[in-house]
């Protein structure tokens, strides 16, 4: 059985532009203590191989404590370490992996073609190689096949399967035929579970913190598990300090400090999170400065966005000689005499439905 931590695009001291720059220094900070938890399950769970498959780095313009803190961590994992440089972190002279002398354990592919490291005391081979520019419209799995030997054969690789663009396309018929056990794979931020193209199994493990409203929810690595007859699980392991959600909170018929005090979820101290509000208000409106001001000790950040609309006279239609003058007499009357406030918010929604099917309109949030 051979153990494997698979790790991808931590993106070391990303800006995190749309964060107060106090906010966006902390969030730097966490990124280098991401580097001690990730390194840290290598050693809690006696992996066999830490993989790291590119984007390490968001540029190569990166502070010392991040390089040398990545460079210490690294070193006290307890097994080999494989880097595949990717787009944002491209081998080349001014790479952040020239900066500095790395453990004896770390080994950093350098080259675009397929570099081969042996481990006999796993039975184990590496295959990996590297983006050394900020592009690269081949594969280097095409035409290429491991050799027969290793019982487990790892390939590490950034790149896009089935992309068709600048970076680093992976056909799947070149995955099937790589004669790998394992491709780690990383470029896509969004975990992809384990996969197979013939023999071979594949995965992204997802970016291990979010850096957007674009990479919401849990994010993490892999713990892949390889057995002798060509099997393989793989267990996701969350990471991320902060998540980033997206929720929504409908304002109608509400007090809209109440319907988004209501939309925060349980345990959201530590997110960021960007609240949509929907639905109808008065005239008037609502106050983001005041809610905001509200809600945001409850989570680390907080972006209000409104999309609410102001909501009409329901009734201002019900003497017209037309249809819907006459579906809104009816329902009027039927409101008139009305007994629970549940049926008055039943029959009202029915009279908004109802107004949107007549006009052609899109129908309102329940």
């Not at 902390?26 to 399950?41: A, P, S």
């Not at 998540?243 to 979820?265: I, K």
């Amino acid at each position: 059985m051979l153990h494997i931590l698979h790790g991808a695009d931590l993106h070391l001291d990303a800006p995190f532009t749309s964060l107060p720059a106090e906010k966006a220094r902390q969030r730097r900070e966490e990124q280098r203590e991401l580097i001690e938890r990730l390194t840290g399950l290598a050693r809690s769970r006696g992996a066999d191989l830490l993989v790291l498959s590119g984007d390490l780095f968001d540029s190569a313009d990166t502070y010392a404590e991040t390089t040398q803190a990545l460079c210490r961590s690294l070193g006290q994992t307890g097994c080999p370490v494989f880097i595949a440089p990717g787009n944002h972190d491209f081998y080349g002279v001014r790479s952040p992996y020239t900066a500095l002398t790395w453990p004896e354990n770390v080994h950093i592919f350098t080259s675009p073609a397929l570099e081969r490291v042996d481990l006999p005391s796993l039975d184990c081979a590496v295959y990996g190689a590297a983006f050394t520019g900020p592009a690269r419209e081949d594969c280097p799995l095409s035409g290429s096949q491991a050799e027969p030997g290793p019982r487990y054969r790892i390939g590490v690789l950034h790149g896009e399967v089935d992309g068709a663009g600048r970076y680093c396309p992976i056909p799947r018929e070149d995955i099937a035929a790589s004669g790998l056990s394992y491709l780690a794979l990383g470029h896509v931020h969004a975990c992809s579970g384990l996969q197979r193209e013939g023999e071979t199994w594949w995965a992204y493990p997802g970016c291990p913190e979010g850096r957007g409203f674009d990479e919401t929810g849990d994010k993490g690595c892999l713990w892949i598990e390889l057995d002798a007859g060509g099997g393989a699980e793989a267990q996701f392991l969350p990471l991320a300090a902060r998540r980033y959600q997206v929720l929504e909170a409908d304002v109608t018929g509400r007090d809209p400090a109440e319907a988004l005090l209501s939309a925060l979820p349980e345990g959201c101290e530590k997110d960021i999170l960007r609240v949509i509000l929907t639905g109808e208000t008065g005239e008037e409106g609502v106050d983001l400065t005041a809610l905001t001001a509200l809600a945001a000790p409850r989570c680390y950040h907080l972006e209000l966005r409104d999309r609410t609309s102001i909501r009409r006279d329901l009734w201002d239609r019900a003497e017209e000689d037309t249809l819907t003058g006459l579906f809104l007499r009816s329902m009027r009357e039927r409101l008139a005499g009305a007994g629970s406030g549940e049926e008055r918010e039943v029959l009202e929604l029915a009279v908004r439905f109802g107004l949107a099917a007549l006009e052609h309109r899109e129908e309102p949030l329940p």
